[in-house]
């Protein structure tokens, strides 16, 4: 219990990364604000909104929150929307779009 309890406060601490135009995680936040930004001018890495589909949906199952799950299925949905080149996505995403 103390686990999940731990895993929902740091959960809830970035949720604002996904406040986003796209759904895309905004890479950095600052939990004492909730403040999120990119200082990359590259975008964020296409691992990061990738990766996190597993920790946000098994926290979506293990508490009945379905916010944990819906941030992560917008987030992907934007992934998935990106245009590839020879069914490759790109190395960097931008939130914005």
């Given amino acids: ?3 999940l309890t731990r895993a929902v406060q740091v959960a809830d601490a ?3 990364a996904f406040d986003s135009p796209s759904g ?3 890479s950095d936040v600052n939990i004492a604000t909730g403040e999120a930004n990119d200082p990359d001018a590259h975008g ?3 691992s990061e909104p990738t990766t996190i589909q597993l920790e946000f949906r098994y926290l979506a199952r293990a508490t009945g929150k379905r916010v944990y799950a819906d941030v ?3 987030a992907m949905a934007a992934v998935l929307a990106i245009p590839k ?3 490759l996505a790109q190395m960097f995403v931008r ?3």
Avoid: A, K, M, S
Wanted: hydrophobic share 40%; net charge negative.
């Fill in 85 to 87: 080149t020879d069914d």
């Fill in 95 to 97: 939130v914005e779009t």
């Fill in 24 to 26: 895309v995680p905004h």
């Fill in 72 to 74: 992560v299925d917008r």
């Fill in 1 to 3: 219990e103390l686990y």
């Fill in 14 to 16: 970035l949720l604002p």
């Fill in 44 to 46: 964020v890495g296409i």
